[in-house]
Protein backbone atom coordinates (compact mmCIF):
# COMPACT_ATOMS: atom_id res chain seq x y z
CA UNK A 1 0.00 0.00 0.00
CA UNK A 2 1.61 3.13 -0.98
CA UNK A 3 1.43 5.70 1.97
CA UNK A 4 2.74 9.37 1.97
CA UNK A 5 6.41 10.79 1.03
CA UNK A 6 7.15 7.33 -0.56
CA UNK A 7 6.57 5.19 2.38
CA UNK A 8 5.33 2.10 1.34
CA UNK A 9 3.25 -0.45 3.69
CA UNK A 10 2.56 -3.86 3.78
CA UNK A 11 -0.95 -5.16 5.69
CA UNK A 12 -2.46 -8.45 6.44
CA UNK A 13 -5.78 -8.11 7.38
CA UNK A 14 -5.97 -4.54 7.90
CA UNK A 15 -2.81 -4.27 10.26
CA UNK A 16 0.43 -3.02 8.98
CA UNK A 17 3.29 -5.51 9.68
CA UNK A 18 5.98 -3.17 7.89
CA UNK A 19 7.22 -0.33 6.34
CA UNK A 20 9.42 0.55 4.14
CA UNK A 21 10.41 4.30 2.37
CA UNK A 22 11.19 3.91 -1.23
CA UNK A 23 13.22 5.87 -4.04
CA UNK A 24 13.02 5.24 -7.76
CA UNK A 25 15.90 5.54 -9.78
CA UNK A 26 15.86 6.31 -13.65
CA UNK A 27 19.41 5.57 -15.33
CA UNK A 28 20.26 5.35 -19.03
CA UNK A 29 22.02 2.40 -20.12
CA UNK A 30 25.81 3.31 -21.16
CA UNK A 31 26.91 2.95 -24.66
CA UNK A 32 29.70 0.79 -23.65
CA UNK A 33 27.25 -1.53 -21.99
CA UNK A 34 24.80 -1.63 -24.78
CA UNK A 35 27.78 -2.85 -27.55
CA UNK A 36 28.49 -5.45 -25.36
CA UNK A 37 25.14 -6.63 -24.77
CA UNK A 38 24.82 -7.03 -28.74
CA UNK A 39 27.64 -10.10 -28.60
CA UNK A 40 25.38 -11.87 -26.00
CA UNK A 41 22.46 -14.65 -27.72
CA UNK A 42 20.74 -15.52 -24.96
CA UNK A 43 19.52 -12.62 -22.82
CA UNK A 44 16.06 -11.32 -23.78
CA UNK A 45 16.05 -8.78 -26.62
CA UNK A 46 14.10 -6.14 -23.96
CA UNK A 47 17.30 -5.74 -22.35
CA UNK A 48 19.63 -6.43 -25.33
CA UNK A 49 17.97 -3.12 -26.76
CA UNK A 50 17.34 -1.14 -23.60
CA UNK A 51 18.21 2.54 -23.29
CA UNK A 52 17.10 3.10 -20.07
CA UNK A 53 16.57 1.23 -16.69
CA UNK A 54 14.68 1.23 -13.33
CA UNK A 55 16.30 0.43 -10.18
CA UNK A 56 14.29 0.68 -7.10
CA UNK A 57 15.64 0.84 -3.69
CA UNK A 58 13.39 0.73 -0.48
CA UNK A 59 14.77 1.08 3.29
CA UNK A 60 12.94 -0.74 5.87
CA UNK A 61 11.15 1.33 8.58
CA UNK A 62 11.38 -0.07 12.26
CA UNK A 63 10.03 1.40 15.08
CA UNK A 64 13.44 3.20 15.76
CA UNK A 65 14.12 4.31 12.23
CA UNK A 66 15.80 2.46 9.41
CA UNK A 67 16.56 -1.14 9.82
CA UNK A 68 19.37 -3.25 7.86
CA UNK A 69 17.77 -6.08 5.78
CA UNK A 70 18.29 -9.29 7.66
CA UNK A 71 20.81 -11.61 6.31
CA UNK A 72 18.06 -14.49 5.43
CA UNK A 73 15.77 -12.05 3.91
CA UNK A 74 15.21 -12.13 0.40
CA UNK A 75 16.64 -8.56 -0.85
CA UNK A 76 16.72 -8.93 -4.72
CA UNK A 77 13.54 -8.74 -6.60
CA UNK A 78 13.12 -8.65 -10.70
CA UNK A 79 9.82 -7.88 -9.78
CA UNK A 80 9.13 -10.66 -8.43
CA UNK A 81 11.30 -11.72 -5.42
CA UNK A 82 14.48 -14.27 -6.62
CA UNK A 83 16.38 -16.57 -3.83
CA UNK A 84 19.40 -14.52 -3.75
CA UNK A 85 20.90 -14.42 -0.70
CA UNK A 86 24.41 -14.31 -1.62
CA UNK A 87 24.64 -10.33 -1.32
CA UNK A 88 24.07 -8.67 1.70
CA UNK A 89 22.46 -5.62 0.88
CA UNK A 90 21.01 -3.57 3.59
CA UNK A 91 18.27 -2.62 1.76
CA UNK A 92 15.57 -4.20 -0.90
CA UNK A 93 16.29 -3.56 -4.56
CA UNK A 94 13.97 -3.87 -7.42
CA UNK A 95 15.14 -3.97 -11.04
CA UNK A 96 15.34 -6.35 -14.65
CA UNK A 97 17.59 -8.08 -13.38
CA UNK A 98 18.72 -11.17 -16.34
CA UNK A 99 17.69 -14.22 -14.31
CA UNK A 100 18.88 -17.95 -14.50
CA UNK A 101 16.30 -20.68 -16.76
CA UNK A 102 14.96 -21.10 -12.72
CA UNK A 103 14.63 -17.73 -12.15
CA UNK A 104 15.51 -18.15 -9.28
CA UNK A 105 19.00 -16.41 -9.27
CA UNK A 106 21.06 -14.00 -10.82
CA UNK A 107 23.10 -14.96 -14.04
CA UNK A 108 26.47 -14.03 -12.54
CA UNK A 109 28.47 -13.42 -15.65
CA UNK A 110 25.79 -11.37 -17.31
CA UNK A 111 27.19 -7.70 -18.66
CA UNK A 112 23.76 -6.76 -17.79
CA UNK A 113 23.71 -7.39 -13.91
CA UNK A 114 27.06 -6.63 -13.64
CA UNK A 115 26.40 -3.00 -14.47
CA UNK A 116 22.79 -3.16 -12.28
CA UNK A 117 24.75 -4.60 -9.34
CA UNK A 118 27.32 -1.51 -9.62
CA UNK A 119 24.82 1.19 -9.39
CA UNK A 120 23.65 -0.05 -6.17
CA UNK A 121 25.78 1.47 -3.74
CA UNK A 122 26.90 4.32 -5.87
CA UNK A 123 22.82 5.07 -5.50
CA UNK A 124 22.24 4.41 -2.06
CA UNK A 125 24.90 6.94 -1.11
CA UNK A 126 23.14 9.52 -3.59
CA UNK A 127 19.79 8.53 -1.65
CA UNK A 128 21.31 8.82 2.00
CA UNK A 129 23.00 12.11 0.70
CA UNK A 130 19.92 13.55 0.39
CA UNK A 131 17.91 11.74 3.51
CA UNK A 132 21.13 12.75 5.67
CA UNK A 133 19.89 16.90 4.82
CA UNK A 134 15.98 16.04 6.07
CA UNK A 135 14.12 15.03 9.32
CA UNK A 136 15.44 11.65 8.85
CA UNK A 137 19.34 12.96 9.46
CA UNK A 138 22.13 10.52 10.84
CA UNK A 139 20.19 7.49 11.25
CA UNK A 140 19.95 7.51 7.26
CA UNK A 141 23.93 5.95 7.82
CA UNK A 142 22.03 2.93 8.97
CA UNK A 143 21.55 1.74 5.58
CA UNK A 144 25.52 2.29 3.94
CA UNK A 145 26.13 -0.06 2.05
CA UNK A 146 29.32 -2.71 3.38
CA UNK A 147 31.65 -4.70 0.86
CA UNK A 148 30.25 -7.53 0.13
CA UNK A 149 32.59 -10.62 1.23
CA UNK A 150 31.44 -13.08 -2.17
CA UNK A 151 34.09 -13.87 -4.83
CA UNK A 152 31.89 -14.01 -7.77
CA UNK A 153 31.88 -11.56 -10.64
CA UNK A 154 28.82 -9.85 -9.48
CA UNK A 155 30.09 -8.90 -6.25
CA UNK A 156 33.12 -7.44 -7.57
CA UNK A 157 31.02 -5.24 -9.97
CA UNK A 158 29.23 -4.31 -6.69
CA UNK A 159 32.16 -3.30 -4.60
CA UNK A 160 33.81 -1.49 -7.61
CA UNK A 161 30.96 0.45 -7.12
CA UNK A 162 31.36 0.67 -3.57
CA UNK A 163 34.91 2.19 -3.68
CA UNK A 164 33.65 4.56 -6.50
CA UNK A 165 31.03 6.05 -3.88
CA UNK A 166 33.30 6.11 -1.20
CA UNK A 167 35.55 8.51 -3.22
CA UNK A 168 33.40 10.43 -5.12
CA UNK A 169 29.91 10.92 -3.56
CA UNK A 170 29.64 13.61 -0.48
CA UNK A 171 27.15 12.24 2.02
CA UNK A 172 28.20 13.92 5.63
CA UNK A 173 27.38 17.04 6.55
CA UNK A 174 29.99 18.75 8.42
CA UNK A 175 29.78 21.34 11.15
CA UNK A 176 28.70 24.11 8.62
CA UNK A 177 26.28 21.86 6.73
CA UNK A 178 28.74 20.81 4.03
CA UNK A 179 29.02 17.57 2.29
CA UNK A 180 32.01 15.01 2.30
CA UNK A 181 32.89 12.35 0.99
CA UNK A 182 33.39 9.44 2.85
CA UNK A 183 37.67 10.50 2.33
CA UNK A 184 37.33 13.68 3.07
CA UNK A 185 35.53 13.18 6.65
CA UNK A 186 37.30 12.86 10.10
CA UNK A 187 35.04 11.78 12.86
CA UNK A 188 36.83 13.80 16.37
CA UNK A 189 35.43 11.30 19.31
CA UNK A 190 37.81 13.23 21.14
CA UNK A 191 35.77 16.41 20.43
CA UNK A 192 39.12 18.54 20.77
CA UNK A 193 38.37 20.06 17.81
CA UNK A 194 35.67 21.87 19.58
CA UNK A 195 37.60 23.35 22.31
CA UNK A 196 38.49 27.06 21.81
CA UNK A 197 42.59 25.63 23.66
CA UNK A 198 43.06 22.95 20.61
CA UNK A 199 40.91 23.67 17.95
CA UNK A 200 40.26 22.13 14.39
CA UNK A 201 43.43 23.26 12.37
CA UNK A 202 45.70 21.63 15.57
CA UNK A 203 43.39 18.23 15.08
CA UNK A 204 43.86 18.17 11.23
CA UNK A 205 47.44 19.33 11.39
CA UNK A 206 48.40 16.13 13.65
CA UNK A 207 46.35 13.63 11.41
CA UNK A 208 47.62 14.82 8.13
CA UNK A 209 51.68 14.98 9.65
CA UNK A 210 51.10 11.46 10.63
CA UNK A 211 49.12 10.10 7.16
CA UNK A 212 50.26 12.11 4.60
CA UNK A 213 48.02 10.34 2.05
CA UNK A 214 44.91 11.88 3.32
CA UNK A 215 43.00 14.11 1.40
CA UNK A 216 41.13 15.75 4.57
CA UNK A 217 38.34 18.96 3.60
CA UNK A 218 39.33 21.97 4.93
CA UNK A 219 36.88 21.39 7.87
CA UNK A 220 36.51 17.74 7.89
CA UNK A 221 34.10 17.13 10.89
CA UNK A 222 31.06 15.88 10.93
CA UNK A 223 28.13 17.72 12.06
CA UNK A 224 26.35 14.47 13.53
CA UNK A 225 28.53 11.41 15.95
CA UNK A 226 25.51 9.56 17.06
CA UNK A 227 25.16 7.38 14.17
CA UNK A 228 28.67 4.25 14.28
CA UNK A 229 27.74 3.56 11.30
CA UNK A 230 29.88 6.14 9.59
CA UNK A 231 33.16 4.50 11.32
CA UNK A 232 32.26 1.30 9.59
CA UNK A 233 31.83 2.69 6.13
CA UNK A 234 35.97 3.47 6.70
CA UNK A 235 35.42 7.12 7.50
CA UNK A 236 38.71 8.08 9.63
CA UNK A 237 38.60 8.51 13.34
CA UNK A 238 40.29 10.75 16.06
CA UNK A 239 39.55 9.13 19.57
CA UNK A 240 41.71 9.08 23.05
CA UNK A 241 43.61 6.18 23.67
Known amino acids: ?12 NGEEKVKYLKKVFDLNVPEEVQTMLQ ?12 RKAEI ?8 AGFEVIGVDEKNLYAYLPTEEKTYHIPVLVNASFYLAATREN ?3 DSVW ?3 LIKQIPVLLVQWIAHLVTTDIGSDAYTILPKKLNSFDSLAANYNAGLEYAKHYIPFIPNSEGLLLTS ?16 GKIAIINYITQNQRDLL ?3 NPFPKDLSNTKLRGFGVRS ?3 R
Open 113 to 115: NKW
Open 238 to 240: FEW
Open 1 to 12: MELANGEVGITV
Open 216 to 218: LAE
Open 183 to 198: TEALLDFSFLSTQAFV
Open 56 to 63: VLAAKIGT
Open 39 to 50: SDRDIPEKIKYA
Open 106 to 108: LHK
